[in-house]
């Protein structure tokens, strides 16, 4: 069997020799699991890549598989949510399942337990499970119950199932070992009592099964070979490992008949879980409970707004998928917890849309410019490249006349060493048309700069013997008559520390959030931007990348976003 040539790390390498030796029949299955509990972050993306990009590497298949074994914190929102994001993100699964379309198998399994004498009712509420449970130094204690008869198991189960006890009155736990130094493996529960609708299955159900039982036979049922998860999960591999060899489905297949009669297809397997770190960043969180705080208090314009690390929050932001995709591979795949520096995310950025956003010219401070020079009814139209490197992208027509806007930061009334823009006397290239000079200073009453009257050096314009006489400054302008008025949302990183969940002083990551993270402006841009559709990535010339938001742009409104700026702002200082 040829093996593909793809990224080196312990996960493919694992795969790779699996292959090589013919386990799993050479076949690469895996799935993305999430629960339907919150939408998408940007740690989510890495298992994404990786499970997606296992299967793809290897030929073979990946499921999305909604994790939803509990009803009190799921929504069919976050399935339709995490559903756009997956596709968004450039992946497409073999197959969409869903957990609870198992839950008779689950259910089929644990009576398959009770009847082995591997699982029991147990009537300890949660506190004294705790107590029982024991410590990481110190074994548990056998709970009262441990011992009833597998038919009075059986009977109780039943009565669970039926919805005849209360919530919280009862569980069922695996009798496994109550002095292992796994405290996972000390007899954990495997279903318990939640009389709540769920949000794929309604009331049919009044009993739900724990993530970690449900999980490892979703896996098998669905023939997953390679199970991959965060690292959090590796003390719960042997948990995993034990309820697969003990329930035993391909050779019991009396307990998977829902699944085939619900027309699913069913090649149960004995999967691998293998774990990895998780994907973290700095200046962020990614706590779901955070997050959800986030939205609930108002702290954010909800779960897209562009400041927050969930998908459809980067998507509207303006991060390409490629993006994310390229930063999670250069990231690697490794066993060691660590957390990376966004700037290499937001560099990861930088570098897709430099090749694919055409250029244009906006101004976000506005001065206004008169070339006094010029008639009052000049205007022309110059031509422009779209894109300074790519002359595949082709040219537009920018309109040109007397009055233009110009940034108020390229003009400076008193001399400042190293400042190479305008100041009164002084000379800097216009963008695309000649050298001007600063000859007059318009104030208000208060003082303030109202206008700046320049000359242009018609010998300097294109074409003209003086075109290549030399300036140390060149600014951009946008011209006055012909712009187009944008509100413009100047987004930053929500958190202005790089560990917002540090409570070491005494803070909380609320304490951290950064005033200077959205900030709302008017400005003019070109007029060629006025046809622009939403989700229209740009390099605003000198200021950044900007997009067309995607919800509330529109040619009458024009409404852009700030994706990232030119050179990274958070670079810490050299040592």
């Known amino acids: 069997m040829t093996e593909p040539t793809v990224p080196t790390n312990f996960i493919r390498q694992i795969v790779q020799n699996d292959r090589s030796a013919g386990k799993h029949g050479g076949r690469v299955h895996t799935r993305f699991p999430p629960e339907p509990n919150g939408y998408l972050h940007l740690g989510h993306a890495k298992s994404i890549c990786l499970n997606f990009g296992v299967a793809r590497d290897f ?9 939803d074994t509990n009803p009190s914190r799921e929504d069919i929102e976050f399935v339709e949510a995490i559903r756009e994001d997956v596709k968004w993100l450039g992946f497409e699964w073999s197959e969409q399942r869903h957990a609870s379309d198992y839950f008779e198998v689950f259910y089929r399994c644990a009576l398959k337990l009770i009847e082995d004498g591997k699982a029991y009712v147990c009537d300890l509420n949660a506190e004294d499970v705790r107590a029982y449970r024991g410590t990481l130094t110190e074994p548990g204690r056998n709970s009262p119950y441990r011992e009833r008869s597998v038919s009075e198991n059986l009977d109780l189960f039943g009565r669970m199932r039926a919805g005849e006890f209360a919530d919280g009155a009862r569980t069922l736990r695996a009798r496994i070992d109550m002095a292992s130094g796994n405290i996972n493996m000390r007899d954990p529960a495997i279903y318990r009592i939640r009389k709540l609708n769920h949000q794929n299955t309604g009331d049919a159900w009044p009993i739900y099964p724990m993530y970690d039982y449900a999980h490892c036979i979703s896996d098998a049922i669905e023939g997953i070979t390679h199970s991959l998860c965060t690292l959090e999960f590796e003390d719960h591999r042997p948990l995993y490992d034990w309820c697969l060899d003990h329930i035993d489905l391909p050779s019991h297949p009396e307990l998977a008949e829902s699944v085939v009669a619900a027309g699913l297809s069913y090649a149960p397997s004995r999967p691998q ?19 959800l705080a986030l939205v609930q208090d108002g702290l954010v314009d909800g779960w897209d707004d562009p400041r927050m690390p969930t998908l459809t929050g980067a998507r509207r932001r303006g991060f390409p998928a490629a993006a994310i995709r390229t930063f999670w591979d250069r990231a690697g795949i490794s066993k060691q917890n660590s957390v990376i520096e966004y700037g290499v995310l937001e560099g990861c950025v930088r570098e897709v849309l430099d090749g694919k956003a055409s250029r244009r010219l906006a101004v976000l401070n506005p001065l206004r410019l008169i070339l006094t020079n010029l008639p009052e009814d000049h205007a022309e139209i110059l031509s422009f490249p779209n894109h300074p490197k790519d002359e595949s992208f082709g040219r537009r027509d920018v309109g040109f006349s007397r009055d233009l806007w110009i940034e108020r930061d390229d003009f400076l009334e008193e001399p400042v060493k190293g400042f190479h823009r305008l100041m009164p006397g002084t000379e800097v290239r216009l963008r695309g048309v000649g050298i001007i000079r600063c000859d007059e200073v318009i104030k208000d009453a208060d003082g303030t700069v109202q206008a700046l ?15 290549d006489r030399k300036v140390k400054g060149t600014i951009h302008w946008v011209d006055a008559r012909s712009a187009l008025a944008a509100e413009v949302r100047l987004y930053d990183r929500l958190f ?42 740009f390099q605003f010339e000198r200021l950044g990348y900007f997009v067309a938001d995607r919800h509330d742009h529109s040619t009458r409104r024009p409404v852009f976003n700030r994706v990232v700026t030119l050179r990274d702002n958070w670079a810490r200082p050299a040592r």
């Open 59 to 67: 030929s073979g298949v990946c499921n999305l598989r909604f994790d």
């Open 273 to 291: 879980q293998i774990e990895f770190a998780r994907g973290n960043l700095d200046f962020t969180v990614m706590s779901k409970r955070k997050l």
């Open 453 to 467: 009257h320049c000359t242009l050096d018609n010998e300097t314009r294109s074409g003209s013997s003086g075109a």
């Open 496 to 537: 202005d520390v790089a560990n917002p969940d540090d409570d070491t002083d005494g803070k909380t990551y609320r304490d951290h959030l950064n005033p200077d993270s959205r900030r709302v402006i008017n400005a003019w841009l070109e007029k060629s931007l006025g046809d622009t559709e939403a989700e229209s990535v």
